[in-house]
């Protein structure tokens, strides 16, 4: 990640605006390395597969950051051959959620589960469904544990997105790994958050019944990791709310070693807080990855490809949620500032290197035909919920099932949208 900024080498900081300037009339962009450099040393056997442009390069000099991102995403759909982006959304899937809801229901009934939380987590409920849904091909019971781990994060997620950070945040926490190795003293065990309980306890006495001894300890390590991401992230609200800057700030300008160390801080960072590990090991049950020793040969060298494209497609698909509604600070506008290069610019780089990735992946597996299938399933799922998601606002460019034509768009009123974080 160095070298982000090589193939923009003439154009940095101010000269590389992609809002509505001159900057999508250059020259196609080569590939940036946001997903990872490839060593100097290395000699490619194979060219770059190319990737669409056409919506990119058709965009008028006068085209604002919304245009262009519609454009962008365009051609990434076209490149991944995602064609249907105006597709109607998935039916509410009541079989997963039903057992679910009357779990908390419970919960809550034997004084384990308050009120408060039992509300969020319905709130939530049907938006975990359908990603337990949409994106994965796999039997019920597995989408309902799916579903439940799901529920049980994003509730964690929106705690630590929330504007008025609790105090107690931290300490919920960092009480997480003591929970899931049950060495929390009983004292700290009555006092610590009730939906991290719940999460500890499907991680500890669910993931195995599911997914192999490998795949388990994937789910594991990649929960921890969350939390402790999430730990960082509320330090950084924490500092930032104090006029303090964030984590890492501090040490820009003093990183001239031309290696990018804070940018791959931003990475590191992202892969912690992504939960792209688990999510692309949920994709891999014991009916499709019944046995670690034949299984990890085919399966495990795709994943840090799959892990990217969790990671990755979010961000890009999230970004007009946080960078044109909102302001938020994202991993694009993070990179913006660490490395000169506009975001809109590092986005279309990355929608590129994950054109590139997908079609990797196809012609890697093109003898596979059964696994080639399954990640297909994936791709295309992964891509349809969040289009689907009113969460993201995606109906506002003119994709996916909330889309807008362009007259209603006009006339909406853009303080009725929903909240950019909607369970809390």
Not at 68 to 73: E, G
Not at 90 to 110: D, G, K, S, V, Y
Not at 229 to 237: K, L, T, V
Not at 308 to 327: M, R
């Amino acid at each position: 990640m160095g070298n982000i900024t090589a193939p923009l080498s003439a154009k940095t900081g101010e000269q590389a605006k992609l809002t509505g300037t001159e900057a999508h009339s250059e020259p196609k962009l080569s590939p940036a390395p946001v997903t990872g450099p490839i060593p100097s040393n290395v000699t490619m056997k194979h060219p770059l597969i190319p990737v669409p442009s056409t919506n990119y390069d058709a965009l008028p000099p006068t085209a604002n950051p919304k245009e262009t991102y519609a454009a962008i995403l365009l051609d990434f759909f076209d490149g991944i051959g995602f064609s249907d982006h105006r597709a109607p959304d998935a039916p509410p899937n009541e079989a997963c959620m039903a057992p679910i809801r009357a779990e908390l229901q419970a919960l809550h009934e034997t004084g384990e589960l308050p009120e408060k939380h039992l509300k969020t987590l319905l709130a939530i409920l049907p938006h975990a469904s359908s990603f337990a849904t949409i994106p994965y091909p796999v039997p019920l019971p597995v989408q309902i544990y799916i579903c439940k781990f799901t529920t049980f994060f994003i509730h964690v997620d929106d705690r630590v997105a929330s504007d008025d950070l609790a105090p107690d945040v931290l300490t919920d926490l960092s009480r997480f790994p003591k929970l899931m190795t049950c060495t929390l003293p009983e004292a700290e065990l009555e006092l610590a958050d009730p939906v991290l309980k719940l999460a500890a306890k499907l991680l500890r006495t669910e993931t195995h019944k599911y997914f192999s001894p490998y795949q388990t300890g994937v789910i594991f390590k990649s929960a921890i990791d969350y939390l402790m991401g999430c730990m960082i992230e509320a330090i950084n609200c924490m500092k930032t709310n104090a006029g303090k800057g964030v984590v890492g700030e501090e040490y820009e300008p003093r990183d001239d070693t031309g290696m990018g160390l804070m940018i791959k801080y931003t990475r590191f960072l992202r892969l912690k807080t992504a939960l792209s590990e688990a999510f692309s090991a949920l994709l891999f049950p014991l009916n499709v990855f019944p046995d670690d020793v034949t299984c990890i040969p085919d399966v495990v060298p795709i994943i840090p490809m799959l892990v990217d494209y969790i990671d990755f497609l979010n961000d890009i698909l999230s970004y007009y949620k946080e960078s044109v509604v909102g302001e938020e600070k994202t991993y694009f506008t993070q990179l913006e500032k660490m490395s000169g290069v506009d975001k809109l610019v590092l986005l279309k780089q990355e929608c590129d290197n994950q054109v590139r990735a997908v079609l990797g992946v196809r012609r890697l597996l093109e003898d596979k035909e059964d696994l080639r299938k399954h990640f297909d399933l994936f791709f295309d799922g992964y891509v349809r919920w969040h289009n689907n998601c009113e969460r993201y606002y995606l109906g506002e460019v003119g994709i996916g099932c909330f889309f807008e034509l362009e007259e209603e768009a006009k006339n909406r009123d853009p303080t009725m949208r929903v909240p950019l974080t909607l369970y809390r």
